[in-house]
Protein backbone atom coordinates (compact mmCIF):
# COMPACT_ATOMS: atom_id res chain seq x y z
CA UNK A 1 0.00 0.00 0.00
CA UNK A 2 1.33 3.23 -0.92
CA UNK A 3 1.92 6.15 2.04
CA UNK A 4 -0.52 8.13 0.70
CA UNK A 5 -3.14 5.35 0.86
CA UNK A 6 -2.16 4.09 4.68
CA UNK A 7 -2.23 8.26 5.50
CA UNK A 8 -6.03 8.15 3.78
CA UNK A 9 -7.17 5.23 5.60
CA UNK A 10 -5.66 6.65 8.96
CA UNK A 11 -7.11 9.93 8.79
CA UNK A 12 -10.45 8.36 7.96
CA UNK A 13 -9.73 6.04 10.63
CA UNK A 14 -9.58 9.02 13.34
CA UNK A 15 -12.48 10.31 12.02
CA UNK A 16 -14.64 7.63 12.91
CA UNK A 17 -13.35 7.52 15.82
CA UNK A 18 -13.76 11.06 17.10
CA UNK A 19 -17.48 11.10 15.71
CA UNK A 20 -18.51 7.99 17.95
CA UNK A 21 -16.27 9.76 21.01
CA UNK A 22 -18.19 13.28 20.06
CA UNK A 23 -21.58 11.77 19.64
CA UNK A 24 -21.51 9.92 22.61
CA UNK A 25 -19.63 11.98 25.09
CA UNK A 26 -20.11 15.22 23.90
CA UNK A 27 -17.84 17.97 21.81
CA UNK A 28 -16.43 19.40 25.18
CA UNK A 29 -16.15 16.37 27.49
CA UNK A 30 -13.81 14.59 25.02
CA UNK A 31 -10.16 15.18 24.54
CA UNK A 32 -7.76 14.54 22.13
CA UNK A 33 -6.05 12.49 24.20
CA UNK A 34 -9.28 10.36 24.56
CA UNK A 35 -9.47 9.56 20.75
CA UNK A 36 -5.50 9.03 20.72
CA UNK A 37 -5.48 6.73 23.59
CA UNK A 38 -8.57 4.92 21.56
CA UNK A 39 -6.87 4.51 18.56
CA UNK A 40 -3.56 3.37 20.14
CA UNK A 41 -1.88 6.13 18.96
CA UNK A 42 0.51 9.05 20.54
CA UNK A 43 -1.19 12.45 21.00
CA UNK A 44 1.50 13.79 18.52
CA UNK A 45 1.17 11.64 16.11
CA UNK A 46 -2.80 12.72 15.86
CA UNK A 47 -2.08 16.54 15.75
CA UNK A 48 -0.19 15.65 12.21
CA UNK A 49 -3.22 14.36 10.85
CA UNK A 50 -5.67 17.45 12.30
CA UNK A 51 -4.01 20.66 14.26
CA UNK A 52 -6.27 20.68 16.74
CA UNK A 53 -9.83 19.82 17.41
CA UNK A 54 -11.98 22.40 16.08
CA UNK A 55 -10.48 21.41 12.90
CA UNK A 56 -11.14 17.88 13.41
CA UNK A 57 -14.76 18.52 14.34
CA UNK A 58 -14.85 20.44 11.20
CA UNK A 59 -13.28 17.66 9.32
CA UNK A 60 -16.06 15.66 10.52
CA UNK A 61 -19.14 17.19 9.92
CA UNK A 62 -18.10 17.61 5.96
CA UNK A 63 -17.05 13.90 6.11
CA UNK A 64 -20.77 13.12 7.38
CA UNK A 65 -22.69 15.69 4.72
CA UNK A 66 -20.44 13.90 2.14
CA UNK A 67 -21.81 10.29 2.91
CA UNK A 68 -24.99 11.49 3.29
CA UNK A 69 -24.36 13.81 0.12
CA UNK A 70 -23.86 10.46 -1.34
CA UNK A 71 -26.82 8.43 -0.71
CA UNK A 72 -28.96 11.16 -1.43
CA UNK A 73 -27.24 11.52 -5.00
CA UNK A 74 -28.00 8.08 -5.52
CA UNK A 75 -31.99 8.46 -5.16
CA UNK A 76 -31.53 11.58 -7.39
CA UNK A 77 -29.71 9.82 -10.30
CA UNK A 78 -32.86 7.38 -10.29
CA UNK A 79 -35.83 8.35 -13.04
CA UNK A 80 -38.41 7.97 -10.39
CA UNK A 81 -41.12 10.35 -9.00
CA UNK A 82 -40.20 13.51 -6.41
CA UNK A 83 -43.10 11.45 -4.42
CA UNK A 84 -41.05 8.08 -4.67
CA UNK A 85 -37.66 10.13 -3.98
CA UNK A 86 -38.85 11.84 -0.87
CA UNK A 87 -39.59 8.68 0.11
CA UNK A 88 -36.00 7.40 -0.87
CA UNK A 89 -34.58 10.09 1.58
CA UNK A 90 -36.28 10.07 4.63
CA UNK A 91 -35.70 6.17 4.12
CA UNK A 92 -32.23 7.29 3.97
CA UNK A 93 -32.22 9.34 7.18
CA UNK A 94 -33.81 6.93 9.18
CA UNK A 95 -31.68 4.38 8.30
CA UNK A 96 -28.70 5.87 8.77
CA UNK A 97 -29.90 7.01 12.28
CA UNK A 98 -30.35 3.10 12.49
CA UNK A 99 -27.49 1.80 11.70
CA UNK A 100 -25.11 4.84 12.09
CA UNK A 101 -26.71 7.37 14.72
CA UNK A 102 -23.31 8.77 15.53
CA UNK A 103 -23.64 10.63 12.43
CA UNK A 104 -26.87 11.88 12.48
CA UNK A 105 -26.25 12.27 16.88
CA UNK A 106 -23.21 14.41 15.68
CA UNK A 107 -25.04 16.41 13.33
CA UNK A 108 -28.23 17.43 15.70
CA UNK A 109 -26.32 17.36 18.94
CA UNK A 110 -22.46 18.41 17.95
CA UNK A 111 -22.56 20.46 15.10
CA UNK A 112 -25.90 22.46 15.68
CA UNK A 113 -24.91 23.41 19.32
CA UNK A 114 -21.31 23.95 19.21
CA UNK A 115 -21.81 26.76 16.65
CA UNK A 116 -18.66 28.63 18.01
CA UNK A 117 -16.83 25.58 17.19
CA UNK A 118 -17.57 25.53 13.41
CA UNK A 119 -18.14 29.51 13.20
CA UNK A 120 -14.73 29.85 11.71
CA UNK A 121 -14.06 27.90 8.38
CA UNK A 122 -17.22 26.31 8.50
CA UNK A 123 -19.51 29.65 7.90
CA UNK A 124 -22.86 29.17 6.89
CA UNK A 125 -22.98 25.60 4.49
CA UNK A 126 -19.40 25.52 3.91
CA UNK A 127 -19.05 22.04 5.94
CA UNK A 128 -22.49 21.11 4.93
CA UNK A 129 -22.24 21.31 1.06
CA UNK A 130 -22.38 17.79 0.11
CA UNK A 131 -25.77 17.28 1.98
CA UNK A 132 -27.39 20.83 1.05
CA UNK A 133 -26.44 20.17 -2.74
CA UNK A 134 -27.97 16.96 -3.60
CA UNK A 135 -31.27 18.31 -1.39
CA UNK A 136 -30.97 21.46 -4.17
CA UNK A 137 -30.93 18.63 -6.52
CA UNK A 138 -33.92 17.14 -5.41
CA UNK A 139 -36.03 20.12 -5.34
CA UNK A 140 -34.69 22.32 -8.76
CA UNK A 141 -35.78 18.68 -10.00
CA UNK A 142 -39.38 18.09 -8.58
CA UNK A 143 -40.77 21.75 -9.34
CA UNK A 144 -39.23 21.28 -12.98
CA UNK A 145 -40.80 18.54 -13.27
CA UNK A 146 -43.94 20.27 -11.77
CA UNK A 147 -44.69 17.96 -9.16
CA UNK A 148 -43.54 20.19 -6.09
CA UNK A 149 -44.52 23.64 -5.37
CA UNK A 150 -42.05 26.46 -6.52
CA UNK A 151 -41.25 28.38 -3.49
CA UNK A 152 -38.63 29.67 -1.37
CA UNK A 153 -36.23 26.79 -1.15
CA UNK A 154 -35.55 27.39 2.73
CA UNK A 155 -39.13 27.28 3.47
CA UNK A 156 -39.26 23.77 1.76
CA UNK A 157 -35.87 22.48 3.21
CA UNK A 158 -37.13 24.00 6.77
CA UNK A 159 -39.75 22.07 6.62
CA UNK A 160 -38.55 18.47 5.21
CA UNK A 161 -35.03 18.46 7.40
CA UNK A 162 -36.91 20.18 10.63
CA UNK A 163 -39.63 17.02 10.50
CA UNK A 164 -36.74 14.21 9.59
CA UNK A 165 -34.64 15.98 12.62
CA UNK A 166 -37.09 16.20 15.17
CA UNK A 167 -38.18 12.83 14.57
CA UNK A 168 -34.66 11.33 14.89
CA UNK A 169 -34.41 13.67 18.21
CA UNK A 170 -37.56 12.09 19.69
CA UNK A 171 -35.91 8.78 18.57
CA UNK A 172 -32.54 9.83 20.48
CA UNK A 173 -34.68 10.27 23.89
CA UNK A 174 -36.29 7.42 23.93
CA UNK A 175 -39.67 8.79 23.59
CA UNK A 176 -40.94 7.16 19.89
CA UNK A 177 -43.24 4.03 21.08
CA UNK A 178 -42.07 2.66 17.64
CA UNK A 179 -38.97 1.69 15.71
CA UNK A 180 -38.09 4.61 13.48
CA UNK A 181 -38.92 2.84 9.95
CA UNK A 182 -42.44 2.43 11.33
CA UNK A 183 -42.92 6.28 10.60
CA UNK A 184 -41.13 6.28 6.64
CA UNK A 185 -45.14 5.59 5.06
CA UNK A 186 -46.89 8.74 7.22
CA UNK A 187 -43.94 10.89 7.31
CA UNK A 188 -42.55 10.82 3.26
CA UNK A 189 -46.71 11.41 2.66
CA UNK A 190 -46.60 14.62 5.11
CA UNK A 191 -43.80 15.74 3.23
CA UNK A 192 -45.04 15.45 0.08
CA UNK A 193 -48.61 16.89 0.73
CA UNK A 194 -47.19 19.80 2.29
CA UNK A 195 -44.49 20.41 -0.96
CA UNK A 196 -46.60 19.00 -3.67
CA UNK A 197 -47.76 21.71 -5.99
CA UNK B 1 -11.19 37.62 -51.67
CA UNK B 2 -8.31 40.41 -51.97
CA UNK B 3 -9.81 43.79 -53.52
CA UNK B 4 -8.67 46.04 -55.46
CA UNK B 5 -10.15 49.97 -55.81
CA UNK B 6 -11.71 49.21 -59.33
CA UNK B 7 -13.10 45.89 -58.21
CA UNK B 8 -15.08 46.18 -54.67
CA UNK B 9 -16.88 43.65 -53.84
CA UNK B 10 -20.83 44.74 -54.19
CA UNK B 11 -23.11 45.09 -50.76
CA UNK B 12 -26.49 44.94 -50.76
CA UNK B 13 -28.76 45.28 -47.82
CA UNK B 14 -32.14 43.52 -47.91
CA UNK B 15 -35.22 44.08 -45.23
CA UNK B 16 -37.74 41.25 -45.14
CA UNK B 17 -40.14 42.06 -41.89
CA UNK B 18 -37.99 44.49 -39.39
CA UNK B 19 -37.91 47.57 -37.27
CA UNK B 20 -35.04 49.07 -38.94
CA UNK B 21 -33.27 48.73 -35.86
CA UNK B 22 -30.30 46.73 -37.41
CA UNK B 23 -30.28 49.22 -40.40
CA UNK B 24 -30.35 52.22 -37.50
CA UNK B 25 -28.03 51.21 -35.19
CA UNK B 26 -25.28 50.97 -37.80
CA UNK B 27 -26.03 54.16 -39.72
CA UNK B 28 -24.26 55.03 -35.49
CA UNK B 29 -20.92 53.62 -36.16
CA UNK B 30 -18.22 56.54 -35.89
CA UNK B 31 -16.19 54.54 -38.75
CA UNK B 32 -19.44 53.99 -40.84
CA UNK B 33 -18.40 55.80 -44.35
CA UNK B 34 -14.81 54.32 -44.03
CA UNK B 35 -16.43 51.14 -43.90
CA UNK B 36 -18.14 51.24 -46.55
CA UNK B 37 -15.65 52.67 -48.73
CA UNK B 38 -14.41 48.95 -49.49
CA UNK B 39 -17.49 48.32 -50.67
CA UNK B 40 -19.71 49.28 -53.82
CA UNK B 41 -23.04 49.55 -51.97
CA UNK B 42 -25.07 48.77 -54.81
CA UNK B 43 -28.33 49.18 -52.35
CA UNK B 44 -29.94 50.21 -48.91
CA UNK B 45 -32.95 50.81 -47.67
CA UNK B 46 -31.75 54.42 -46.36
CA UNK B 47 -28.49 55.37 -47.25
CA UNK B 48 -28.11 56.90 -50.61
CA UNK B 49 -27.04 53.82 -53.58
CA UNK B 50 -26.62 52.99 -57.13
CA UNK B 51 -29.56 50.93 -57.81
CA UNK B 52 -33.21 50.95 -56.72
CA UNK B 53 -35.23 48.85 -54.92
CA UNK B 54 -37.18 49.01 -58.22
CA UNK B 55 -33.96 47.36 -59.62
CA UNK B 56 -33.16 44.93 -57.04
CA UNK B 57 -37.03 43.76 -57.35
CA UNK B 58 -36.60 43.55 -60.97
CA UNK B 59 -33.55 41.12 -60.67
CA UNK B 60 -30.77 42.98 -62.38
CA UNK B 61 -28.55 44.08 -59.74
CA UNK B 62 -24.98 42.54 -58.95
CA UNK B 63 -24.59 41.36 -55.52
CA UNK B 64 -21.29 39.94 -53.90
CA UNK B 65 -22.35 39.98 -50.09
CA UNK B 66 -25.58 39.98 -49.09
CA UNK B 67 -27.01 41.34 -45.56
CA UNK B 68 -29.90 40.53 -44.65
CA UNK B 69 -32.17 41.98 -41.81
CA UNK B 70 -35.73 41.36 -40.54
CA UNK B 71 -37.45 38.14 -40.23
CA UNK B 72 -38.88 35.64 -42.83
CA UNK B 73 -41.89 34.30 -43.95
CA UNK B 74 -42.26 31.98 -47.16
CA UNK B 75 -45.61 33.44 -48.36
CA UNK B 76 -47.52 36.47 -47.71
CA UNK B 77 -44.96 39.05 -47.55
CA UNK B 78 -45.00 41.20 -50.46
CA UNK B 79 -42.58 44.29 -51.24
CA UNK B 80 -43.95 46.36 -54.40
CA UNK B 81 -46.45 43.28 -55.17
CA UNK B 82 -43.70 40.63 -54.68
CA UNK B 83 -42.55 37.91 -52.56
CA UNK B 84 -39.87 38.87 -50.76
CA UNK B 85 -38.75 35.67 -50.02
CA UNK B 86 -38.66 35.25 -54.01
CA UNK B 87 -36.47 38.32 -54.24
CA UNK B 88 -34.05 37.50 -51.71
CA UNK B 89 -33.64 34.01 -53.21
CA UNK B 90 -32.51 35.76 -56.37
CA UNK B 91 -29.60 37.36 -54.92
CA UNK B 92 -28.43 34.55 -51.82
CA UNK B 93 -27.93 32.38 -55.12
CA UNK B 94 -25.61 35.18 -56.59
CA UNK B 95 -23.74 36.45 -53.29
CA UNK B 96 -20.20 34.96 -51.90
CA UNK B 97 -21.45 35.90 -48.32
CA UNK B 98 -24.55 35.71 -46.76
CA UNK B 99 -24.71 37.92 -43.41
CA UNK B 100 -28.13 37.75 -41.22
CA UNK B 101 -27.96 40.63 -39.39
CA UNK B 102 -29.82 40.66 -36.18
CA UNK B 103 -31.47 38.18 -34.40
CA UNK B 104 -34.77 38.57 -36.54
CA UNK B 105 -32.96 37.61 -39.51
CA UNK B 106 -30.69 34.85 -37.82
CA UNK B 107 -33.48 33.18 -35.84
CA UNK B 108 -36.91 34.65 -36.14
CA UNK B 109 -36.73 37.40 -33.26
CA UNK B 110 -39.39 39.41 -31.70
CA UNK B 111 -41.30 39.26 -35.09
CA UNK B 112 -41.47 35.46 -35.04
CA UNK B 113 -43.48 36.18 -31.74
CA UNK B 114 -46.61 37.26 -34.04
CA UNK B 115 -46.85 33.84 -36.47
CA UNK B 116 -44.51 31.34 -34.48
CA UNK B 117 -45.29 28.55 -36.96
CA UNK B 118 -44.73 30.97 -40.29
CA UNK B 119 -42.14 33.37 -39.84
CA UNK B 120 -38.23 32.47 -38.91
CA UNK B 121 -34.83 33.61 -39.38
CA UNK B 122 -33.43 33.11 -42.99
CA UNK B 123 -31.56 30.07 -42.27
CA UNK B 124 -32.18 28.94 -38.82
CA UNK B 125 -35.72 28.82 -36.91
CA UNK B 126 -35.13 29.26 -33.51
CA UNK B 127 -32.16 27.25 -33.42
CA UNK B 128 -33.67 24.69 -36.05
CA UNK B 129 -31.77 24.76 -39.23
CA UNK B 130 -34.76 25.98 -42.36
CA UNK B 131 -35.07 24.23 -45.34
CA UNK B 132 -33.19 27.18 -46.92
CA UNK B 133 -30.17 26.54 -44.92
CA UNK B 134 -28.67 23.44 -46.86
CA UNK B 135 -28.48 25.74 -49.78
CA UNK B 136 -26.75 28.75 -48.10
CA UNK B 137 -24.61 26.97 -45.46
CA UNK B 138 -21.44 27.61 -47.02
CA UNK B 139 -21.59 31.07 -46.96
CA UNK B 140 -23.74 32.14 -44.30
CA UNK B 141 -22.38 34.14 -41.56
CA UNK B 142 -24.98 35.05 -38.57
CA UNK B 143 -25.14 37.90 -36.45
CA UNK B 144 -27.60 38.02 -34.16
CA UNK B 145 -28.64 40.85 -31.95
CA UNK B 146 -31.31 43.15 -31.22
CA UNK B 147 -29.92 45.22 -32.43
CA UNK B 148 -26.69 44.17 -33.43
CA UNK B 149 -23.61 46.18 -32.27
CA UNK B 150 -22.30 48.12 -35.28
CA UNK B 151 -18.24 47.38 -34.29
CA UNK B 152 -19.88 43.94 -34.87
CA UNK B 153 -20.65 44.25 -38.31
CA UNK B 154 -17.75 46.32 -39.05
CA UNK B 155 -15.63 43.47 -37.89
CA UNK B 156 -16.88 41.31 -40.18
CA UNK B 157 -16.98 43.57 -43.18
CA UNK B 158 -13.27 44.33 -42.66
CA UNK B 159 -12.67 40.75 -42.23
CA UNK B 160 -14.46 39.90 -45.56
CA UNK B 161 -12.81 42.85 -47.48
CA UNK B 162 -9.40 42.16 -46.65
CA UNK B 163 -9.78 38.60 -47.76
CA UNK B 164 -9.69 36.86 -44.21
CA UNK B 165 -11.17 34.00 -43.09
CA UNK B 166 -14.08 34.71 -40.38
CA UNK B 167 -13.81 31.23 -37.72
CA UNK B 168 -17.90 30.68 -36.42
CA UNK B 169 -19.49 28.21 -34.62
CA UNK B 170 -22.28 25.93 -35.01
CA UNK B 171 -24.64 28.42 -35.81
CA UNK B 172 -22.49 30.25 -37.68
CA UNK B 173 -21.86 32.77 -35.54
CA UNK B 174 -18.14 34.56 -35.83
CA UNK B 175 -16.52 33.01 -32.51
CA UNK B 176 -14.30 36.06 -32.31
CA UNK B 177 -17.35 38.05 -31.04
CA UNK B 178 -19.62 35.28 -29.69
CA UNK B 179 -17.27 32.86 -28.57
CA UNK B 180 -17.78 34.16 -25.07
CA UNK B 181 -20.85 35.44 -22.98
CA UNK B 182 -22.21 38.58 -21.81
CA UNK B 183 -21.01 37.84 -18.68
CA UNK B 184 -17.82 38.40 -19.76
CA UNK B 185 -16.23 41.56 -19.15
CA UNK B 186 -19.44 42.53 -16.87
CA UNK B 187 -18.04 44.89 -13.96
CA UNK B 188 -20.22 43.10 -11.55
CA UNK B 189 -18.70 39.97 -12.06
CA UNK B 190 -16.87 39.90 -8.38
CA UNK B 191 -20.92 40.55 -6.70
CA UNK B 192 -21.97 37.24 -9.17
CA UNK B 193 -18.95 35.13 -7.70
CA UNK B 194 -19.71 35.99 -4.28
CA UNK B 195 -23.72 36.50 -5.01
CA UNK B 196 -24.27 39.70 -3.77
CA UNK B 197 -27.45 40.53 -6.02
CA UNK B 198 -28.52 44.26 -6.73
CA UNK B 199 -31.93 44.81 -5.28
CA UNK B 200 -32.71 47.65 -7.37
CA UNK B 201 -31.61 48.88 -11.46
CA UNK B 202 -29.37 51.19 -12.16
CA UNK B 203 -27.00 50.97 -8.90
CA UNK B 204 -23.68 50.35 -8.79
CA UNK B 205 -23.50 47.53 -6.61
CA UNK B 206 -24.80 43.95 -7.12
CA UNK B 207 -25.37 41.33 -9.70
CA UNK B 208 -28.22 41.64 -11.38
CA UNK B 209 -28.46 37.96 -12.11
CA UNK B 210 -30.88 36.60 -9.36
CA UNK B 211 -33.39 39.72 -8.83
CA UNK B 212 -33.42 41.41 -11.92
CA UNK B 213 -33.52 38.31 -14.81
CA UNK B 214 -29.68 38.93 -16.11
CA UNK B 215 -29.22 36.60 -18.54
CA UNK B 216 -25.60 37.75 -19.76
CA UNK B 217 -24.16 34.28 -18.44
CA UNK B 218 -25.71 32.44 -20.83
CA UNK B 219 -25.54 34.72 -23.61
CA UNK B 220 -22.74 34.76 -26.10
CA UNK B 221 -22.11 38.02 -27.28
CA UNK B 222 -19.08 40.87 -26.88
CA UNK B 223 -21.75 43.72 -25.04
CA UNK B 224 -18.75 44.39 -22.26
CA UNK B 225 -16.12 44.04 -24.10
CA UNK B 226 -16.85 46.07 -27.46
CA UNK B 227 -18.86 48.30 -25.39
CA UNK B 228 -22.16 50.17 -26.90
CA UNK B 229 -21.32 53.98 -28.23
CA UNK B 230 -17.41 53.21 -27.05
CA UNK B 231 -18.63 53.70 -23.77
CA UNK B 232 -21.62 50.98 -21.91
CA UNK B 233 -23.68 48.66 -21.97
CA UNK B 234 -27.04 47.04 -20.00
CA UNK B 235 -24.90 45.68 -17.51
CA UNK B 236 -22.77 48.57 -16.45
CA UNK B 237 -25.94 51.01 -16.22
CA UNK B 238 -27.76 48.00 -14.23
CA UNK B 239 -30.24 46.53 -16.68
CA UNK B 240 -30.41 43.12 -16.95
CA UNK B 241 -28.77 41.44 -19.93
CA UNK B 242 -31.80 40.18 -22.32
CA UNK B 243 -30.12 36.91 -24.32
CA UNK B 244 -30.98 39.22 -27.63
CA UNK B 245 -28.37 37.42 -29.35
CA UNK B 246 -30.26 34.12 -28.68
CA UNK B 247 -32.22 31.82 -30.25
CA UNK B 248 -34.80 31.95 -27.87
CA UNK B 249 -35.22 35.29 -27.53
CA UNK B 250 -37.56 36.94 -26.11
CA UNK B 251 -37.93 34.66 -23.61
CA UNK B 252 -41.15 35.46 -21.14
CA UNK B 253 -40.32 38.16 -17.87
CA UNK B 254 -37.43 39.94 -18.96
CA UNK B 255 -37.17 41.04 -15.59
CA UNK B 256 -37.09 37.35 -13.80
CA UNK B 257 -34.46 34.28 -13.66
CA UNK B 258 -36.55 31.53 -13.07
CA UNK B 259 -35.71 29.70 -10.23
CA UNK B 260 -36.69 26.13 -8.93
CA UNK B 261 -37.36 26.86 -5.13
CA UNK B 262 -34.31 29.54 -5.36
CA UNK B 263 -32.54 27.65 -7.90
CA UNK B 264 -31.67 29.06 -11.17
CA UNK B 265 -33.79 27.09 -13.96
CA UNK B 266 -30.90 27.41 -16.19
CA UNK B 267 -27.65 27.10 -15.20
CA UNK B 268 -24.54 29.85 -16.72
CA UNK B 269 -23.11 28.36 -19.44
CA UNK B 270 -21.35 24.92 -19.47
CA UNK B 271 -21.26 24.75 -15.97
CA UNK B 272 -22.70 21.52 -14.21
CA UNK B 273 -25.73 21.82 -11.59
CA UNK B 274 -23.94 20.11 -8.58
CA UNK B 275 -20.88 21.95 -9.06
CA UNK B 276 -22.45 25.83 -9.24
CA UNK B 277 -24.70 24.64 -6.35
CA UNK B 278 -21.91 23.32 -4.28
CA UNK B 279 -19.71 26.68 -4.65
CA UNK B 280 -22.94 28.94 -4.61
CA UNK B 281 -24.19 27.29 -1.32
CA UNK B 282 -20.36 27.95 -0.09
CA UNK B 283 -19.93 31.60 -1.28
CA UNK B 284 -23.00 32.90 0.29
CA UNK B 285 -22.45 31.66 3.28
CA UNK B 286 -19.58 34.68 3.44
CA UNK B 287 -20.83 38.29 4.68
CA UNK B 288 -18.07 40.18 3.07
CA UNK B 289 -18.10 43.63 3.99
CA UNK B 290 -16.70 45.54 1.45
CA UNK B 291 -19.58 43.75 -1.07
CA UNK B 292 -22.19 45.68 1.11
CA UNK B 293 -21.10 49.31 1.20
CA UNK B 294 -21.96 51.86 -1.38
CA UNK B 295 -18.85 52.27 -4.00
CA UNK B 296 -19.02 55.99 -4.00
CA UNK B 297 -21.03 57.71 -1.38
CA UNK B 298 -23.32 60.65 -3.14
CA UNK B 299 -24.63 62.18 -0.15
CA UNK B 300 -21.54 63.64 1.04
S1 LIG C 1 -25.02 41.52 -13.98
FE1 LIG C 1 -25.32 39.83 -15.44
S2 LIG C 1 -23.52 39.85 -16.75
FE2 LIG C 1 -23.04 41.09 -14.94
S3 LIG C 1 -22.07 39.70 -13.48
FE3 LIG C 1 -24.24 39.66 -13.01
S4 LIG C 1 -25.07 37.97 -14.22
FE4 LIG C 1 -23.06 38.45 -15.09
S1 LIG D 1 -26.48 43.15 -23.12
FE1 LIG D 1 -27.69 41.35 -23.69
S2 LIG D 1 -29.70 42.18 -24.29
FE2 LIG D 1 -28.25 43.88 -24.29
S3 LIG D 1 -27.53 43.98 -26.37
FE3 LIG D 1 -26.06 42.69 -25.26
S4 LIG D 1 -26.82 40.62 -25.61
FE4 LIG D 1 -28.48 41.97 -26.14
Redesign the interface.
Known amino acids: MKIAEKKALKRESIIQTALQLFSANGFHKTTIPDIAAKLHMSVGNLYNYFSSKDILAQEIIKYTSEVLGEEIRKINMQDISAREKIRGIVTVYFTMAQEKPEMIEYFLRVYLSNREVFSDGCEGMVCVSGFITEIMIFFDDAVASGELRNQDFFSAFGLFMGYLGGMVFLKGEGVLPKEIEYYIDDISRNIYNALKA | MILQSRNKPKLLWLQSITCNGNTHSFLNHPELFSILSHFELVHHPVLESAYTLENVIKGEVPCDLLIVEGAFKEEGFLKSGVEVSSVLKKYADKAKYIISAGTCATFGGIFKENDPEEISGFCFDGEEKTPRYESYASKLISLPGCPIHPRWLSYLLLMIASGNKVPLDTLHRPVELYGYTVHTGCTRNEYFEWKIDAKQFGVKEGCLFYEQGCQGPYTRGSCNKILWNDTSSKTRVGTPCFGCTEPGFPQAGLYRTK?????P?TMPLGIP??AY??LT??V???KIKRFTERLMEYDK
Not at chain 2, 259 to 263: F, K, L
Open positions: THMGIARRLTGVKSF
